[in-house]
């Protein structure tokens, strides 16, 4: 071979995306076995993507689960899989703020309290699943629809359990944890964007209104990850994503370590914070060489 093919060859090589799928899709979590024993854990959009692994992580480190979703087929689907006396699904549409009351005397009966809530549930398009390319094709319905999903219902929830900790469980220890996205750091003009803007204020806000309570908020922003919401599979092989400094997509997994975390006891002094996990996809976005 000659020389200058041998060198081409090898910066191809330099160039190409080192992926280590063994590390990335991970299913042990050392030193955080047994750490939610006893504790029950609320996990909203739970039956896919960040959701679902966010699920399986809590699972396997001994919480008690109840994750939400809208689908009764995929609820039961994802039961069956688990098949375990610690997890449950739960039939819920967390934008119906009218119905968060009822949901929540229904979660009193079975569980008596919820130790950690992990405010996952999101969308990015309206209820046809089509989305506005541009700000001038915005409607009321797809601004409704996703700002009532990922903000209101979020900031809804999060009143109605911190509420009752302070009121019920004074003394015990609550671990918040909302699921933002690097588009919240955006400049936006997209319902999906502002939405996240809104996640990134209440999880500052409620992280310094809460903390003299013992309810510790924070929240996660991921950046492109592989789940369908992304138009990938959660389970792609291929991870490439060349324009970001990772050079690959995130996935469910390596988010959901995260929020187990923040959720844990090792977590405890972090307050308000909003951890971008984006592969460096954010510096991309400010510039610089």
């Known amino acids: 071979m000659g020389l200058k093919k041998t060198v081409q060859k090898t910066l191809d090589y330099v160039k190409k995306p080192i992926i280590r799928t063994e590390y990335v899709r991970t299913s042990a979590y050392p030193g955080l076995e047994g750490m939610f024993e006893g504790r029950n854990i609320l996990v909203t959009g739970g039956t896919r993507g960040i959701g679902l692994a966010a699920a399986k992580a809590f699972h396997a480190c001994g919480g008690t689960v109840i994750v939400t979703g809208r689908s009764p087929e995929r609820l039961c689907e994802i039961k069956a899989s688990f098949d375990s006396d610690r997890f449950f699904a739960m039939e819920w549409d967390i934008s119906d703020i009218c119905g968060q009351e009822k949901k929540l005397k229904e979660l009193d009966r079975t569980f008596g309290n919820i130790d950690v809530l992990v405010n996952n549930a999101g969308v990015n398009r309206n209820e046809h699943g089509e989305t506005a390319a541009s700000w001038d094709e915005v409607s009321e319905m797809e601004w409704d629809h996703i700002v009532n999903t990922n903000l209101k219902a979020t900031y809804f929830l999060i009143q109605k359990f911190a509420k009752k900790w302070v009121e019920v469980f004074p003394d015990k220890e609550k ?115």
Request: overall charge negative; hydrophobic content about 35%; aromatic content about 8%.
């Open 175 to 289: 671990h918040i944890v909302n699921v933002a996205s690097s588009s919240g750091f955006e400049p936006a003009v997209l319902p999906y964007g502002i939405s996240k803007w809104g996640i990134v204020a209440i999880t500052e806000g409620f992280g310094r209104k809460l903390a003299p309570f013992g309810i510790t908020v924070n929240g996660v922003a991921p950046g492109p990850t592989s789940t369908t919401m992304a138009s990938k599979r959660d389970d792609a092989e291929d991870l490439s994503y060349p324009g970001i400094p990772r050079q690959r997509y995130g996935t469910p997994e390596e988010i959901a370590n995260i929020l187990l975390f923040l959720a844990s006891d090792y977590g405890k002094s972090i307050v308000g914070e909003v951890v971008r996990a984006d592969g460096g996809f954010s510096l991309t976005v400010t510039g610089g060489q």
